[in-house]
């Protein structure tokens, strides 16, 4: 972590021109609640403090607002401490009939006049978003009538002339156009996986279908990719409705399952679901069907309230705190001309868009499935959505042989590298995808090791069944390079006649697919195409933003943080140092640290020394002095050869002697284990299945004579780039690679490096020239992005 007197970020344009002073930021949480909305309001608390501002709690949302008094209080730094694990919201949120009336917002306006509150921080969902707008817009008329009345005087009406609002769409069903995912969704999805994977144990043991019913009354998003991720066997969405005589199709594929012996079935149900007649479809009647018409053992299961409690996940820990730092800048760039924005995700940048755009794109949607528009309500959702409800009917409906053309070609899929989960996920997208496209898939085990000894074998549409949230790697994975065993693995390509290669893994599997692309000079077997898909917890292939493995990865981070953090509540003034995996890149140890509110994160891609740390130690000394008595450290494995974990625990010990004791953690391989996120599970479908399109593409263009694939583009990295998957020729990815370490030249988190700092009470100068300027809706509609 950098000393105060010492930055050495090296980020161009700073905040220092962008002054809280004698500036008042209310902060209130509206409509339902959604799990990282303490988050937010902590990132919105402590960056406004930064700055200078004063920042105020507004409790009860709107009803708070009209209410005031105790409902209006200042914040301090510490009364956002311990917060950020925390589902729901601390400040409360309530429906407030009084503010939809003109004196309701009358007497709101007058009790933020009174604390000379003229910014609001607003977190909630398309409504509560509107009625902000709507407040705005009659700000200067309420004033006006509040000096009539003798309320308050004319310099306040002159001096607090204009309000600004910016919004944050909190809500579990990420149905809010112009935003890649809302707050709270990503943990909403956990918490639905949970009990898949639950239930999924046993309704094997007793041969049973289920019938899920998840929360999306308007939007079919957690029901589409809940089944994306479990593999369900039926969804049923308000935006996509099956077509007619449904009932019986849907019965046809519950009994093929069970004649080829599937022990169990899953149907998703979103609660606004609804046939082409838009007449309810709930969950008792499917399972009212299932049982009358096959006799099959079905139970339903109501999630309900479940999906929003909780522990937030990382992703909406980060997403959150984001969002918060950016809403309070947005405040401090308005001016009076500026209309109220929403602060969104694009890929993996906070924007700002206008307010009222998005809201009426979201309206739009809701107007197309109420005149039965269906096919326009998909694509107003957003090329995401569209996506991932085309990627789930082609890996869950298997067309009969006789609809298939074969292509008389064998594609190999291999993993490579050290496990990370999704893996699997990937396999099976990859599967079915090319079996889809009349390819014969080729399973090869163990990686190069397994490709050169010749295990390998094909396999089929069944064989992958139920691996989409299995841990690790079912076709098993090594380290081992393919160049001192080229020759042996050129026969097995020659021997199985493979035509075109699918490599999921992480550094490794880049190092082997470069190897593979050199030898195409004396070896004309590997003149084929060849595409790699990163998976590494590590997050350090070149050529993408994002590998599968790295969320599940950092998850497991944050949980155990937040577990020792809790520890820390029972013995006073502890520190705990935590060791990250990620080798080199410090992915890791940085987003953990913002996920889980760490005091610094020492990290290999920005120098420490022992001034750093001495001034980390004096600032953990001052904090123990305050109500906040725990701290929290993460350091990447590879941060620096000499300050290990081990000496910067003792070091810590010793300079904390009499203030505060020192406790290391570990963490080993249990990053690399357990079942995969949500995300990692639908990243890994739907990564894996476009690069089986490019496959197919590739083996379908035209050929001459001779080695038919040689060029660079040939063989790719498939990759995530801000919101777009992109191909990148593996050539042209050498001179953006650091070898050495293992490590992309350039990585895009870094510039997250302030947030952490400055919301851990560090100064911290914070690069604003990729912060939102204002931007148009309808340029982005929901694009094929990182979010699931």
Not at 5 to 31: D, M, N, Q, W, Y
Not at 233 to 245: H, I, N, Q, R, T
Not at 366 to 386: H, I, N, P, T, Y
Request: aromatic residues 6%; charged residues 20%.
């Amino acid at each position: 972590m950098d000393a105060p007197s010492t930055p050495k970020t090296s980020f161009r344009k700073f905040l220092e021109h962008l002054s809280g002073a004698g500036k008042a930021i209310g902060v209130l949480t509206s409509g339902g609640d959604a799990q990282g909305m303490n988050a937010a309001v902590r990132a919105v608390v402590r960056m406004g403090i930064y700055v200078g501002a004063k920042v105020y709690f507004i409790y009860e949302g709107y009803q708070g607002m009209v209410d005031g008094g105790s409902n209006i209080v200042e914040a301090s730094w510490e009364s956002v401490s311990s917060i950020l694990q925390m589902g729901g919201t601390i400040i409360g949120s309530a429906r407030c009939q009084a503010f939809r009336t003109r004196e309701g917002r009358l007497k709101a306006a007058c009790n933020l006049i009174h604390l000379g509150i003229t910014n609001l921080c607003v977190i909630g969902g398309d409504g509560s978003l509107t009625g902000a707008n709507i407040f705005r817009k009659e700000w200067s008329g309420l004033l006006e009538e509040l000096a009539q009345d003798g309320k308050i005087d004319s310099d306040a009406v002159k001096k607090y002339a204009y309000l600004n609002i910016v919004g944050m769409v909190g809500s579990i069903d990420n149905d809010f156009c112009g935003t890649d995912m809302t707050i709270g969704t990503d943990s909403a999805l956990h918490r639905i996986i949970e009990v898949v994977d639950a239930i999924m144990t046993t309704a094997q043991s007793h041969q049973r279908t289920f019938v899920l019913e998840v929360m999306g009354r308007h939007c079919g998003y957690l029901a589409l990719v809940s089944a994306l991720a479990c593999g369900a066997d039926w969804v049923f969405l308000p935006e996509s409705p099956p077509e007619e005589g449904w009932e019986e199709n849907m019965c046809i594929k519950l009994s093929e399952n069970r004649a080829r012996k599937k022990r169990l079935n899953i149907i998703i149900v979103a609660e606004g679901a609804i046939d082409c007649q838009n007449k309810p479809i709930t969950s008792e009647k499917i399972k009212d069907l299932v049982v009358k018409q096959l006799g099959f053992d079905t139970r339903v299961t109501i999630l309900g309230h479940v999906q929003r409690g909780g522990t937030p996940s990382a992703f909406d820990r980060i997403l959150a705190s984001r969002m918060g730092v950016e809403a309070v800048i947005a405040l401090l760039e308005a001016t009076p001309e500026t209309p109220a924005c929403v602060v969104s995700l694009s890929g993996n940048h906070a924007i700002r868009l206008p307010l009222m755009e998005c809201v009426q794109m979201t309206q739009d949607v809701q107007k197309a499935m109420d005149e039965r528009r269906f096919k326009d309500a998909v694509q107003l959702r957003g090329r995401s959505f569209e996506s991932n409800l085309n990627t789930y009917k082609r890996l869950c409906i298997k067309l009969p042989d006789s609809q298939i053309v074969k292509s008389n070609c064998n594609v190999g899929v291999i993993n490579v590298g050290a496990p990370a989960a999704g893996m699997n996920a990937a396999v099976r997208s990859a599967v079915r995808v090319g079996i889809s496209d009349g390819h014969r898939m080729l399973a090869i085990y163990d990686g190069f090791d397994g490709f050169y000894k010749g295990q390998i074998k094909e396999i089929g549409w069944t064989d992958v069944g139920g691996w989409t949230g299995q841990g690790g790697s079912i076709l098993g994975t090594k380290r081992i390079l393919p160049g001192k065993h080229l020759k042996e693995i050129a026969a097995q390509m020659r021997a199985h006649n493979i035509n075109a290669l699918l490599i999921i893994g992480g550094f490794e599997a880049y190092l082997g697919l470069l190897e593979l692309s050199a030898a195409r000079e004396t070896h004309e077997e590997f003149c084929v195409p060849m595409i790699m898909v990163p998976a590494t917890v590590s997050n350090n292939v070149p050529g993408s933003d994002f590998s599968i493995g790295a969320d599940t990865a950092l998850n497991t981070i944050t949980d155990t943080c937040d577990r020792l953090k809790q520890s820390a509540s029972g013995t006073k003034r502890r520190v705990f140092i935590i060791e990250t995996m990620g080798g080199y890149c410090g992915y890791l140890a940085n987003m953990g640290g913002l996920a889980a509110g760490a005091d610094a994160a020492y990290i290999f891609e920005e120098p420490f020394d022992i001034r750093d740390l001495q001034s980390n130690v004096e600032h953990l000394t001052e904090k123990m002095k305050t109500t906040i008595q725990r701290g929290l450290v993460l350091r990447n494995e590879n941060c620096n050869e000499n300050y290990t974990t081990d000496f910067i625990c003792q070091l810590y010990s010793e300079e904390g002697k009499g203030v505060f004791d020192c406790r290391k953690n570990v963490l080993g391989h249990m990053q690399q284990g357990g079942a995969p996120s949500p995300f990692d599970r639908n990243f890994g479908t739907k990564i894996s299945a476009r690069a089986m399109q490019w496959i197919t593409t590739k083996l379908k263009e035209p050929h001459g004579t001779g080695r038919k694939f040689v060029t660079d583009d040939s063989v790719c990295v498939l990759g995530i780039s801000k919101r777009n998957l992109i191909f990148q020729p593996v050539a042209e990815l050498k001179k953006h690679t650091d070898f050495e370490h293992r490590i992309p030249k350039e990585q895009w988190w870094l510039k997250l490096r302030p947030v952490m700092k400055i919301l851990a009470k560090y100064k911290a100068s914070y690069d604003v020239s990729d912060s939102g300027q204002l931007e148009h809706v309808h340029c982005r509609p929901q694009e094929e992005s990182v979010g699931i």
